[in-house]
């Protein structure tokens, strides 16, 4: 099974669609529509998103406390292998911007 497949909302019932819209944005899969086109961290620990097709970040998505806490409750119920962690980490580094 890949990442894509292992993070499939499909496969996670209680998965709310934004958060759905979040892991599809970082694994560039279309899961949800509107899909998240960026995600951002702002120094003070907002997420904000834009949705695709969009100007600029309109989604207020809540505090990155939360968003890191969800994140890592889904990777560990999914069965992520170390490799598959580290692609997961790789990703969401690349897709997410950080102002932090």
Known sequence: MTLVEKLHPQ???AMSGKMAAIVGCVLDE???NPQ???IHITSDGFVLARE???I???A??????????????LLNVA????DER???SRLYRARIMDWR
């Open 11 to 13: 496969r996670f019932t």
């Open 30 to 32: 279309k899961w949800t």
């Open 36 to 38: 998240l086109a960026e």
């Open 52 to 54: 695709s097709g969009d």
């Open 56 to 58: 600029g970040c309109n």
């Open 60 to 73: 207020f998505i809540g505090g990155v406390e939360d968003l890191e806490r969800n994140v890592a409750n």
């Open 79 to 82: 069965g992520l292998t170390d």
């Open 86 to 88: 580290s692609e997961w």
